[in-house]
């Protein structure tokens, strides 16, 4: 029997188009990249950037209300800004689950743009690559080059321990996944609805 102070933290994507017509205090808040936010997100959210989200919590937290959805590719960084909201007091922030792409799936409203392979994407071809670079170096140029795979396997059985994706953060900053308008913080909150009381 479930404990009746379980926080219910996940919302699927047919919940998230009956508050869309429910609630007008409701924010979507799309926290991945601003390259990814232009290649596709959910009609009628804002784009803050993990890294702008977590820099400034307590401001957003004066601007939100009861109704916030997080999302992101898979939930995980969306998983990051609802406990950051969370310590700011805002407990009520939800993650939907699938993220973008699986409410796209789910026939929701989203607005396509430019197309570019996401963050998550780019992190495994540049692992792998990584990986099967060193083995063949290892094999082909010296033996000590195989540390390089292991150097990759190590990072990322330290990036799912933590939760965390240096090669996630490094990537967002190559040229590729830059747009011409990254968003301030000052712009990024500005654009949000104030809904608090």
Known sequence: MASETLTVTALDSQTLREWMDKHKDLAVIDVRSTAEF?????????????????????????????HVVLVCQSGVRAEQARQRLNNAG??????????????AAA???VVRGVQRWDLERQVRM?????V???LLA?????PR????????GAGLTFS??????????????????????????????????????
């Open 38 to 66: 232009e290649a596709m997100h959910i009609r009628g959210s804002y784009n803050l950037p993990l890294p702008l989200l977590s820099e400034h919590t307590d401001e957003l937290a004066e601007r939100l209300g009861a």
């Open 90 to 103: 805002i407990g009520s922030a939800r993650v939907l689950t699938g993220g973008v792409p699986g409410f």
């Open 107 to 109: 026939g929701g409203d």
């Open 126 to 130: 540049a692992a792998g690559t990584l």
């Open 132 to 134: 099967v670079g060193g």
């Open 138 to 142: 290892g094999k082909f140029v010296s």
């Open 145 to 152: 080059l195989r540390l390089i795979a292991g150097a990759i």
């Open 160 to 197: 799912a321990a933590t939760n965390t994706c240096a090669m996630g953060k490094a990537l967002s900053k190559m040229p590729w996944n830059k747009t011409a308008a990254e968003p301030t913080a000052e712009s990024a909150i500005r654009q949000l609805p104030r809904t608090s009381a």
